[in-house]
C-alpha cells in the first residue's frame, strides 16, 4: 500500500517505543491487498502462520524487555545506536548496520549506550510451539 509513513506507535514506556510497519496473516502472503496492515494491533509476536515487521527505538538506559522468546526466526537488524541482546549465558552487541538471525532463544534487549539504538526486527511465525514463550496478543515488555 502506498501512503504516508507509519504512525503505529506502541509505548511499553518512555524507554521503549515500537512502530508497527506491516504484518502478514499467512506465508506466502498476498500483495493484493486494500488494508494498512501496520495499523493493526498485535502483540510481540505475529499471527500464526504469518509475519510481523516493527521497528523499535530503545531509549539509553532501557530496562523494559525482560528476558523472553517467541516461536519465532527473527531477522534484526540493527538502523542506529548499539544494542546488546542479553541471552542466558553471554551478549551479543550489536551496531548500526549489523544484522542476525534469532531463532527463537531466550534473551532481553538493553541499551547500554548514550544515544537512541533503532532496531528492525521481521518475526516470522515458526514452529514448534513451546510452553513459555510469548504468544498471542502477549507483549514481551
Not at 39 to 47: A, D, E, F, N, Q
Not at 74 to 82: L, R
Request: hydrophobic share 35%.
Amino acid at each position: 500500500m502506498d501512503g504516508r509513513p507509519a504512525t503505529n506507535h506502541k509505548s511499553a514506556s518512555e524507554q521503549a517505543r515500537s512502530t508497527l510497519i506491516w504484518t502478514t496473516d499467512q506465508t506466502s502472503a498476498s500483495f493484493l491487498v486494500n488494508e494498512d496492515a501496520g495499523t493493526r494491533i498485535l502483540g510481540t509476536p505475529p499471527p500464526a502462520g504469518g509475519t510481523r515487521f516493527a521497528v523499535i527505538e530503545f531509549q539509553p538506559g532501557n530496562t523494559v524487555h525482560g528476558v523472553h522468546r517467541t516461536d519465532t526466526i527473527d531477522y534484526v537488524i540493527c538502523i542506529a545506536g548499539e544494542i546488546d541482546m542479553d541471552l542466558d549465558d553471554s551478549t551479543v552487541t550489536m551496531r548500526a548496520g549489523d544484522v542476525m538471525v534469532q531463532l527463537g532463544t531466550n534473551h532481553a534487549w538493553a541499551n547500554r549506550g548514550k544515544v537512541p539504538a533503532r532496531v528492525a526486527f521481521v518475526l516470522i511465525d515458526g514452529t514448534p510451539k513451546r510452553a513459555g514463550s510469548v504468544t498471542g496478543a502477549q507483549n514481551a515488555r
